[in-house]
């Protein structure tokens, strides 16, 4: 027997970002938006504790327990007194180390697919914590949908959001999320930098479904950071405008872009003329919200 949870990446339509706390992460206002992109995570019996990735960046994808998946199936079975005796299969298609909670997200739906398999019946309130000790986007994945995220992220209040389409330019490498915060840290370092708030305009644009509303109140406080550490992703903001996207802001803190598009024909077209343009390494069409982690039928 064997459980099989899907998953999807997220893109952050707001990512207000503050100074850095005493403990080094920084206190965020943030809305999540969770996107038809999916990884699957199978988890299933067996004597040791092993990890598997299949997909385009597999070879990317750490197989020790560095993988968010693998802890979260350890953080679990030493919660429930057992041993973690799984073998946990990622079918991987969300960029890896791209911006967009990949490693996240299979940490979320290792998390569910174990507890499943496991029969443990664990509590959603407590699931969600124990994806917060995995790290800040983790609970997102499992809820997904559209939340404000505060906190590190990890504080979650769902809001109401409109469908939207969306064409994420996958660049070449990835960016680590450490090293753009403290990019960030460095380029405001000798600012007053202010307390992150949820932008009303942005949430009543998500609400309203309509793109040309949401389009403008787009912001990614990461931005400068990533753009910093990659120029060379004006480029690609540049590619995706010129081919008629509404929007282009860096996904999370990169250095996949994400461009906001009015429709799936514009999404077509938007991601052709990414790919003719060689700024990026391949896209992704998705829209969203679409529902977080989620046990497929058997
Ligand atoms: O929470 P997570 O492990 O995903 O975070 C990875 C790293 O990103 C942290 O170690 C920290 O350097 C940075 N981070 C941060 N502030 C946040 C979230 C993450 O500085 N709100």
Redesign the pocket.
Known sequence: MSVTVRVPAKVNVQLGVGA?RPD?????ATVFLAVSLFDEVTATPAGEPTVTCEGPDADQVPLDRTNLAARAAEALAARAGIEPAVHLHIAKNIPVAGGMAGG?ADGAAALLACDTLWGLDTPRTELLAMCAEL???VPFSLLGGAALGTG??ELLTPVDAGSFHWVFAVADGGLS??AV?REFDRLTAGTTVPEPEPSPELLAALASGDPDRLAPALSNGLQAASLSLRPALADTFEAGIGAGALAALVSGSGPTTAFLVRDAEGAAKVAAALEASGTCRTTRTASGPVPGATVLPA
Request: proline share 13%.
């Open positions: 850095a080094g992460f920084h206190p965020l996240s790290g800040s986007d590190r992220g999320t450490p915060f």
